[in-house]
């Protein structure tokens, strides 16, 4: 522990992140929103349990939203599935894979990931401009859709780097879009054990397509403790922060978290908690809970996890995913 304690340690991280937020607090007020705002809903359920601090702690399959680099912390094959229930029959899919190709391709290394998200809010009633409905009972769909391509790979034993390609598509009625973006990340490993330093630049490129997609950098710091108080368990604090470069929604997001995991024989139950606060995402501010539970089934690894998220424009969400490491 190098003469520091756990308690000590979560103070760091919240000195550190407040410190962060208040330098980029002070920016001028720009109005306006941001495009595809549908990009905002988290769809990584353990990082929705920690607050949303995700920058520094991801290490699975799940970075490919926060930052692409954390890809090159996985030692196995993983895939993931996210569903969501929003208000009005509006569904939100999200599917992830990520495989190591160090033991096939030794000479390339690294991890690849690719990942999937779906927004469908149904069939929607067509109006005109009056809004009354046109032709009686009228209706048209819509649609939001992500594709990603990421890789990631490790540059000496304490720097991780990766970059990640979306394909953002939107869709109402017979009117479409499509635009492409990248995010670029560095996961910092100290001599400090246990300790993770994440930084994302998020949407690079986007900005000369002619829509406003948040451009920003984030930046978060993590803690993990192993063997907190048995020798089956650890624990990690998180901390991260947003700092708006392209300012929209001059959006100013602190984000904090802890995560709590114990393991016997075959089994793990994990508990999780945020919050996320300064920030004016779609994913609410306030208080987030989530739990986890994982079972190795002779190798294969199985995950299941919960995430109580603050009340957004689409209310209270509770969302559920199932991860499996192979």
Known sequence: MTGLTFKQTGIALLLVCWGASSLAFSQTANGGRDAYEFLKISPIVRAVGVGGAYTALGDDVGTIYYNPAGLASLLTSELNFTYLSLYQSINYEFIAFGYPLGENLPSVGGTVGISVNFLQ???LPRTDDTGVTVNGNGT?????????FAYARPFGPNVHAGISVKMIQQQIDTISSTIFAMDAGLVV??????MRIGFTLKNLGAQSSGFDLPFSLNAGISY???????EQDDAALTAETTFPLKPIEDRVGMRVGAEYNFKWVGSRVTLR??????DKDLNGVGLTLGAGYG??????????DYAYAPADIFGDSHRISLTTKF
């Open 121 to 123: 809010p149904g069939n």
């Open 140 to 148: 048209f769909s819509s649609g939001d859709q992500v594709f990603t």
């Open 189 to 194: 490993l100290p001599a400090f054990d246990g």
């Open 224 to 230: 993990r403790r192993y063997e907190l108080f048995t």
């Open 273 to 278: 908690g945020g919050y996320t606060f300064l």
């Open 295 to 304: 079972l190795d089934l002779s190798g294969t690894v199985l995950f299941i």
